[in-house]
């Protein structure tokens, strides 16, 4: 279950682009070189491999358990929901040949990922729900066919250097967005906590940072 919970967490922090994996708070890694990372909506290389190795991790041992496709693993409800709701997201992009289809993953995963937030904040509701052997399978499936993406040959300028070597961090700059009303008549903007305006993205520019210490 704790690896379920760390990889559905993953999968839905994908960068608008779908290479790396957000960086959401201050000292991510404990690196203090990147601390100013998160401000710039930074994402990590390093953090999406490693998301893939979880992946393929489980699923492999899922596969040398033997277990019927038919049996179940206890999951707590959140969870769950959240898992099946991933599912369907990553399925709709998978099959989708939309040129946006990275963004619009990213903002259903988004969604999903804010609202199991919201109802686990304050700790987790104590209901199980079963989720079959075959359905973890699928979930985990569905992970790798999204993270094999990243390598696909059209992104390989994106995420490689001159040199043959992976850049590990790179910056998502919001070309695009437009206001969250409150009232739209009245051109009223929504607020967040902090009283400012709200946006929602619309497109984004990334850019790798400069290597440091990567090497082959």
Not at 67 to 96: C, H, P, Q, W
Request: charged letters at 35%; a positive charge.
């Amino acid at each position: 279950m704790k690896l379920l919970s760390i990889i559905a967490n993953k999968i839905a922090t994908l960068d608008p682009q779908g290479i790396g994996i957000e960086m959401e708070a201050d000292k991510p890694g404990w690196c203090d070189a990147i601390n100013g990372l998160p401000g710039l909506l930074g994402s990590s290389l390093c953090e999406t491999i490693e998301l893939e190795r979880h992946c393929l991790f489980l699923r492999e041992n899922l596969d040398k358990l033997n277990l019927k496709g038919s049996a179940s693993v206890i999951l707590y409800e959140e969870l769950y929901e959240f898992m099946r709701g991933l599912i369907r997201a990553m399925k709709r992009k998978l099959n989708s040949k939309k040129g946006e289809r990275a963004l619009l993953y990213w903002e259903e995963s988004n969604r999903l990922k804010e609202r199991y937030r919201e109802r686990t904040k304050m700790g987790v509701s104590g209901r199980e729900r079963k989720m079959t052997v075959a359905e973890v399978k699928r979930f985990l499936d569905a992970c790798l066919r999204i993270l094999d993406e990243v390598f696909k040959p059209e992104n390989k300028n994106k995420i490689f250097h001159k040199n043959g070597v992976c850049y590990t961090y790179f910056v998502n700059e919001v070309k695009e967005y437009e206001p969250i009303w409150k009232d739209r008549k009245k051109k009223i903007p929504a607020l967040s906590h902090s009283g400012y305006p709200l946006v929602r993205a619309k497109k984004f520019c990334q850019r790798p940072v400069s290597l440091f210490l990567e090497r082959p």
